[in-house]
Every structure is written in structure tokens, then in C-alpha cells.
């Protein structure tokens, strides 16, 4: 009756964060380079693997859920059940040759339920932000005869993952894993060109919107081999399909007045609305190998390689011409005792990462590139097997080269992994 309680309790609590979750990962991330595409995609899928460089493929274990790889389900234990939640809060600095300008931002960045079905099934089910669009920029120019223009560029939103997965193992050492995902959210760009010291030319404001939502799918595999001495490694694999987001578009264009004493725009004239026939956004094919080395409680060490076909993305039937995306992680872990006693200190897991990525983008002739530098620990609760986890990633997006922008970032993530022994027969009444 406690264990049923409990769950109450933590699904009752995922109601009251899934529209946190859903609303503030559309909050802006106040990054320029998410005017591109879908937006900057999130790229993590927990606290845990953020401080292991984001590598994710061929990591499993029974504490944490990895929706990265749905084969890694199949590490829960037969009488646990897993639930992971995280906050996660980014500042950054853009900088341009002559300029710079701090921003900040901060989401739920995940929320997962892992459990077991039968000996030879394992589930998991969760919601995650997948990608944000969050900017704003503006641009001065003085035209003979008109004055100073302004020109202001503005967008919000991003796509959420909601996700039911399930795992298997067919043969010895082998699991298999697939996750069915509802893609969801929207999008909306503006752009605006003002005239401050002009009163005979009006302000010209254009807004695309567009709703998008689509079941996908994606796959993966884990092997793995124990060796001698309570040492083990691992293999992973992933495949997500090209596959289609169905999308609705409406694009509207009129002329307004500012009001700057209640800063508030004035409609003046609507020149145009459009409401497109149902379209698509073509994600892309991916595909990751991972491959761990560890000793049991102990240790271990990972790396990734990640490849994402992003030239076949299109976007409401546009192709907005994007490139192949790769991503390299390294990571590991420690913790200096295999057991639970002993001083604190030597039970806390130590964590460190490194990842780089060569993102779709390629502006002026630069590609532009991702570097990142995290640590972490996991921090074990009191007569428990689970973990205040928290995160830090450092690192830089983009250069200050041909006119472009530079990018430095901070992201801290905070969040518990609870895991609690709920399905064991009472042998006393």
C-alpha cells in the first residue's frame, strides 16, 4: 500500500510538471543561431549523460533511463522501478568583433518513468524537450531620402518529445530496444522593418507560424560482455529513419503603428494572410555507435560517434539547405569505493565529458562548430540506490570570423534519479 501511494505521489507530481515542461522548453534560449531550421536541438537526454559529454549510445544502467538508446531499458531491475527528473538553466555571452550581450534561460528538461513488465521486457515512458527556437536580433540602416531603418528579428518555440519505449533481450547478453515518439510544438518566426524617424512610412511586420505534430520511430541495440575480474564492456547501436512531421503553416503580413508609451503595436492594415494546406518537415536519418569499458560500481569509460543526414531535412516542403551533422563524445565516471560504506565523499560519482560537434550549419562560406566541457556528480541519498545528480557544461558555439557570432554557454543541470525496490512479494502479512 506505501509502494502504491508513492506512485500516486510521482505521477501526480509528473502532472504538474509535464506543462512546465512543455510551455518553458519553448521559452527562448536566446541563441541567434536557432533561427536556422527547427531550431537548436537539445541533443541530451539526461543530467547523467550531459556530464559524460552527452554520450549516450552505449550507455545503460539500472539507476538512470536513456531514451538515447531504448535497448538500454532492459538494464532496470526486475523489481524496481526508475524515475528521473531535471532542471536545467543555461547562460550565455554572444559576442561579434565590437559587441557582446549576456543572455539566460532555464526548462524542465526531462521527466522519465522506467519499470519492468516481465523478466524479459522493460519499458520506460517520458516527455523531453527536442528542439528551441529562441532569438532576437536587429539591424540599423540609413537610407538616402527615408531615414533610419530597423529591422528586427524575432522567434520562439521548438518541437517536445513525448516517448513510450519498450526493451528486450532475445538472446544472452543482447538487448534490443525501440521508442515510439509524438513530436509536437510550434514554431513562430517575425520579422519587422521600422522607420523611427519617419512618419510617412509604416512599419512593416511579417509572422510565420507553424503547428507540427507526428508519431516517429526510432531503434537501438546494446551488447554486452562481462570479463574477468568484475570488468564489462558494451557495444551500442541506434537508427532513426527519415521520417515526416506533418505541419501546418500560416504566414501574415501587415503594417502597424509602435505605441511607446504602452509599448504596444497598432494594426493598421493587414496586406496579406495565408494558410497553407497541410505540409511536411522531413526529419533526417541518424545513426550512432557507442562502445564502454568499466569495472563494476567502480568506473567506466565511454565514447560516441553520431551521424545525422541533415541535407534531407526540409521544412514545410522548403529546403533550407543544411549539412551533415556529426557528434563525438567522450566520458567517463568514478567513484572511489565499489561499495556503500564508508566516508561519503568516497561514494560520490565523479564525472567528466567532452564533446564536439560539426552542427548543420554553414554560414558565409564557415561551417559552424560546437565544443563542449562538462563535470558532474552523482550525489547517493541516505539508505537508498538513488541520486542527486548535478551537471555542468562549458563550452562555445560559432566564431566571430566573416561577420558571424560567437557563442559562449554555461548549462547547469540539476536533478534526482530515484529508484526504489517496489514489486518484491511480502513473505509476512
Known amino acids: 500500500m506505501k509502494h502504491i501511494k508513492v506512485i500516486r505521489k510521482l505521477i501526480l507530481a509528473a502532472a504538474l510538471l509535464l506543462p512546465s515542461l512543455v510551455a518553458t522548453s519553448q521559452v527562448s534560449i536566446s541563441s541567434p543561431y536557432s533561427i536556422f531550421g527547427i531550431g537548436n536541438l537539445y541533443g541530451v537526454s539526461s543530467q547523467m549523460n550531459m556530464a559524460i559529454g552527452g554520450a549516450s549510445t552505449a550507455f545503460r544502467s539500472p539507476y538512470f533511463i536513456n ?7 532492459m538494464a532496470f531491475d526486475t523489481n524496481s522501478f526508475v524515475f528521473d527528473a531535471a532542471f536545467n538553466l543555461r547562460t550565455a555571452t554572444l559576442q561579434t568583433t565590437d559587441q557582446s550581450q549576456k543572455t539566460r534561460s532555464g526548462t524542465i528538461s526531462n521527466l522519465y518513468f522506467g519499470f519492468p513488465v516481465t523478466k524479459w521486457w522493460r519499458a520506460s515512458l517520458g516527455v523531453l524537450p527536442y528542439s528551441n527556437v529562441g532569438y532576437e536580433m536587429q539591424g540599423n540602416q540609413v537610407i ?3 531615414g533610419k531603418t530597423v529591422s528586427v528579428y524575432k522567434g520562439s518555440g521548438g518541437l517536445n518529445k513525448a516517448y513510450i519505449g519498450s526493451a528486450f533481450s532475445p538472446v544472452k547478453n543482447l538487448s534490443v530496444g525501440i521508442n515510439m515518439s509524438y513530436l509536437f510544438g510550434n514554431i513562430v518566426k517575425q520579422r519587422a522593418v521600422t522607420f523611427p524617424d519617419s512618419g510617412t512610412y509604416a512599419n512593416t511586420m511579417v509572422k510565420s507560424s507553424a503547428r507540427l505534430s507526428k508519431l516517429n520511430f526510432d531503434i537501438g541495440l546494446i551488447y554486452r560482455k562481462n570479463l574477468k575480474e568484475g570488468r564489462f564492456m558494451q557495444v551500442g547501436l541506434t537508427y532513426n529513419p527519415k521520417q515526416d512531421v506533418d505541419g501546418q503553416a500560416e504566414l501574415l503580413s501587415y503594417t502597424y503603428a509602435y505605441n511607446y508609451s504602452s509599448n504596444l503595436e497598432q494594426v493598421k492594415d493587414t496586406i496579406s494572410y495565408f494558410k ?24 567506466f569509460a565511454t565514447a560516441d560517434v553520431n551521424y545525422q543526414k541533415w541535407s534531407e531535412f526540409r521544412y514545410l516542403g522548403d529546403n533550407p539547405g543544411l ?12 567513484r572511489p569505493s565499489p561499495v556503500d560504506i564508508g566516508k561519503y565523499y568516497e561514494r560520490i560519482n565523479y564525472r567528466a565529458g567532452f564533446r564536439f560537434e560539426q552542427s548543420y550549419l554553414e554560414i558565409q562560406n564557415t561551417r559552424i562548430n560546437d565544443f563542449g566541457l562538462s563535470f558532474g556528480v552523482g550525489l547517493p541519498m541516505k539508505k537508498s540506490k538513488s541520486t542527486i545528480n548535478i551537471a555542468v557544461e562549458m563550452g562555445t558555439q560559432g566564431t566571430t570570423n566573416n561577420g558571424l557570432i560567437k557563442e559562449k554557454y554555461v548549462r547547469f543541470t540539476i536533478g534526482s534519479s530515484l529508484q526504489e525496490r517496489w514489486f518484491l512479494k511480502r513473505r509476512f502479512n
Open 323 to 334: 549539412k551533415d551533422n556529426l557528434r563525438v563524445s567522450l566520458g567517463g565516471q568514478f
Open 144 to 146: 538616402p531620402d527615408v
Open 67 to 73: 531514451p538515447a538508446n531504448p535497448a538500454s531499458y
Open 276 to 299: 497553407g494546406s497541410s505540409s511536411q518537415v522531413t526529419l533526417p536519418t541518424a545513426f550512432g555507435a557507442g562502445f564502454m569499458l568499466g569495472s563494476a560500481n567502480r568506473w
